[in-house]
């Protein structure tokens, strides 16, 4: 499939299955293998941050009940909204590849399915970067001071974003120990 029928694909709703039948030639798999063990991973990766949201969501709803928290100056309230909002969202975006499954299951949609979760998964990842950083910079700037909340909260987000995105953007921009697929009209290695 070429660029411009690949554009057409994605407006129609259509998923470009030409990455994913390049990875079953190179790895002597079927498309449904392939779609299959792509399902399999985005599901571990998703268990993985579902479990971290879950601890953060559920420390941050139990701290508005503490008696401390009515001792939490201006900043420090927006600052729990702003991290309880991405937690929350981080839940919601991170949770809704169950409801998509659930609502194409035996559609024969599993393609489009892999493409949606792949996106919220990496949204999800984006919110809770944001809400681990600044429930950082939130507990810092309550035991430690404002000085060593701002650095903390910005370290971790500066180390969560480098690592999370940065890092894996690199390597996959940087192709150059990569040999590509001969059938690879792009040049880009299968997955």
Do not use: C
């Not at 039948?21 to 079927?30: I, K, Q």
């Not at 919601?92 to 609502?103: C, D, E, G, N, W």
């Not at 559609?107 to 493409?115: D, G, N, S």
């Amino acid at each position: 499939m070429d660029r411009a029928s690949a554009r057409t694909g994605r407006r129609t709703g259509r998923p470009d299955l030409s990455a994913a039948h390049r990875t079953a030639r190179a790895r002597g798999e079927t498309l449904d293998q392939v779609l299959d063990r792509n399902l399999a991973e985005l599901l571990q990766e998703l268990r993985v941050a579902i479990t971290g949201v879950q601890v953060l969501f559920a420390f941050l709803l139990g701290l508005a009940f503490t008696q401390r928290f009515a001792e939490l100056d201006d900043l420090q309230l927006t600052v729990y909204t702003v991290t309880l909002l991405a937690t929350a969202l981080a839940t919601v975006v991170l949770i809704a590849p169950v409801s998509f499954h659930r609502l194409v299951f035996r559609r024969r949609r599993k393609a489009v399915l892999i493409a949606v979760a792949d996106r919220l998964l990496l949204v999800g990842l984006a919110l809770l970067v944001l809400a681990i950083s600044t429930g950082v910079l939130l507990i810092l700037d309550v035991v430690l001071g404002r000085t060593a909340g701002v650095v903390g909260g910005a370290l971790v987000l500066l180390i969560g974003v480098l690592t999370w995105y940065g890092l894996p953007l690199w390597v996959r921009w940087d192709d150059s120990g990569v040999q590509p697929d001969p059938d690879d009209d792009e040049g880009r290695p299968a997955d």
